[in-house]
């Protein structure tokens, strides 16, 4: 119904016709996020959907002629998904055109200030405050810190510091504990007596799915995104490693 719309009385509380996401969107673009997400039924409906460039409304048997561009979003690997079978390998090819991938927030520092400063402006005008910009040591911590949680964790963070803040600059008292206890692991050495390529990558996958779930505080889709494996893959991998959520 949300995507393709229905007519009046087609279902209970259906009251009267309405128009779907694609409909809405005719001659213009549909943006879907998290694409990962889409139910194996409702995939077979948007790919007949893409490739026929029709669509019929719930209860209704009249066709409608539709030209949408479509962009999608995920946060997971698709091709991990088809290859586990929760993501049609047909969808996967038919929206996989232009593919673009962003680099989580950790991995692009550089677009912390940018970022900051279109948030303090968000909530200038949201919150009707009056925040000029951060101080110097507080945006010092907000670039060591990895952001596990990517933008939406800066816009939060940066919300909650304009909330508390008692002057027209942020500054290190307004950002949260644990980004300011935050420390990064330093690298272990490796043993160079121990010379195989495949032990030591599988020590390196240990601490990295350690690591994960910790960031992830034990869960496992989360972590399985920023490890870029497949949830089945790391629960595999966690019980070849023998690594217990009480280890994390």
């Not at 951060?134 to 990517?150: C, F, P």
């Not at 644990?178 to 495949?198: A, C, G, P, R, Y």
Request: glycine residues 4%.
């Amino acid at each position: 119904s949300e995507f393709f719309g229905h007519i009046k009385g087609s279902f209970t509380g259906a009251h009267r016709d309405k128009k779907g996401l694609f409909e809405e969107a005719n001659n213009g673009t549909l943006f879907l996020d998290e694409i990962a997400e889409l139910p194996l039924l409702l995939q077979v409906k948007l790919l007949r959907a893409l490739q026929e460039e029709k669509i019929r409304r719930v209860g209704d048997n009249i066709f409608i002629p539709i030209n949408v561009r479509i962009i999608t979003a995920t946060l997971k690997n698709l091709n991990d998904e088809v290859k586990s079978g929760t993501f049609r390998e047909d969808l996967f090819y038919r929206i996989n055109v232009l593919p673009i991938h962003i680099e989580p927030l950790r991995a692009r520092k550089e677009d912390l200030k940018t970022l900051i400063e279109k948030f303090i402006e968000k909530f200038n005008k949201n919150l009707s405050l009056n925040i000029n910009g951060i101080d110097k040591s507080a945006m010092s911590i907000l670039q060591n810190y990895e952001w596990y949680g990517n933008i939406r964790e800066l816009e939060n963070t940066i919300e909650r510091a304009m909330i508390l803040a008692n002057s027209d600059t942020l500054t290190t008292k307004e950002l949260p504990p644990k980004i300011i206890e935050f420390k990064k692991e330093e690298k272990k050495v490796i043993n160079h007596d121990e010379l195989s390529i495949k032990k030591q990558s599988k020590k390196l996958e240990e601490e990295l799915i350690i690591k994960a779930l910790k960031a992830t505080y034990g869960n496992k889709s989360k972590a399985s995104n920023l490890l870029e494996i497949s949830h089945r893959a790391l629960l595999y991998k966690m019980k070849e490693y023998g690594i217990k959520e009480s280890n994390t």
